[in-house]
């Protein structure tokens, strides 16, 4: 004789486990990131003095400056430090919130949200743990890009890839 449920429960597990995976595959790539990311800061602290550009083989492609940004990007939203840390609080909690969604729109959209997530957070402790932003990578061949770091990075390319997969699933 088959219980009352006994299949609701078989289900629920199920859900709960590809819950489980969904979430845990965000968190592992976020912390990945988010790790990369200030690890990366944290070698640019040591090795390169505030305000003085570090030439690299590459020349005119990439070179380090160490500056510190109180905004967002491009200075924008100066010394707004506290809204821009709201802001992404609830833009991170979009994302757990409809990750179920964002999880079945396929792995370019997953890749793109975890990337910004990522991004988010990683400048995200930065202004909590020192009231600004640590950038150092510069890419003199291309003027509108300004100093940035990896989080930017992120966050940069996390929307082109969104982008392209909204393009291609139109």
Same mark, same amino acid.
């Given at each position: 004789?088959?219980?009352?449920?006994?299949?609701?429960?078989?289900? #629920?597990? %199920?859900?709960? %486990?590809?819950?489980?995976?969904?979430?845990?595959?965000?968190? =592992?790539?976020?912390?990945?990131?988010?790790?990369?990311?200030?690890?990366?800061?944290?070698?640019?602290?040591?090795?390169?003095?505030?305000?003085?550009?570090?030439?690299?083989?590459?020349? $005119?492609?990439?070179?380090?400056?160490?500056?510190?940004?109180?905004?967002?990007?491009?200075?924008?939203?100066?010394?707004?430090?506290?809204?821009?840390?709201?802001?992404?609080?609830?833009?991170?909690?979009?994302v757990a919130?409809?990750? #179920? $969604?964002?999880?079945? /729109?396929?792995?370019?959209? #997953?890749?793109?949200?975890?990337?910004?997530?990522?991004?988010?957070?990683?400048?995200?402790?930065? $202004?909590?743990?020192?009231? #600004?932003?640590?950038?150092?990578?510069?890419?003199?061949? /291309?003027?509108?890009?300004?100093?940035?770091? =990896?989080?930017?990075?992120? =966050?940069?390319?996390?929307?082109?890839? !969104?982008?392209?997969?909204? !393009? $291609?699933a139109s």
């Amino acid at each position: 004789m088959i219980e009352s449920g006994s299949c609701g429960d078989g289900n #629920r597990d %199920a859900y709960r %486990a590809s819950t489980s995976r969904m979430y845990g595959w965000l968190l =592992l790539v976020v912390l990945a990131l988010v790790a990369a990311d200030q690890a990366s800061k944290l070698v640019a602290i040591r090795l390169i003095e505030p305000y003085r550009a570090v030439g690299t083989p590459f020349g $005119r492609i990439l070179s380090f400056t160490l500056v510190y940004n109180e905004g967002a990007a491009y200075g924008i939203l100066h010394g707004k430090i506290w809204f821009i840390m709201v802001v992404t609080v609830l833009f991170v909690a979009a994302v757990a919130v409809f990750w #179920r $969604r964002i999880w079945q /729109m396929g792995i370019l959209t #997953r890749v793109a949200a975890a990337m910004m997530v990522a991004g988010s957070l990683g400048n995200f402790v930065d $202004r909590a743990r020192l009231g #600004r932003v640590i950038d150092f990578i510069e890419m003199p061949i /291309m003027p509108l890009f300004q100093v940035f770091n =990896l989080a930017d990075a992120f =966050l940069v390319l996390g929307t082109a890839v !969104l982008i392209y997969s909204m !393009l $291609r699933a139109s």
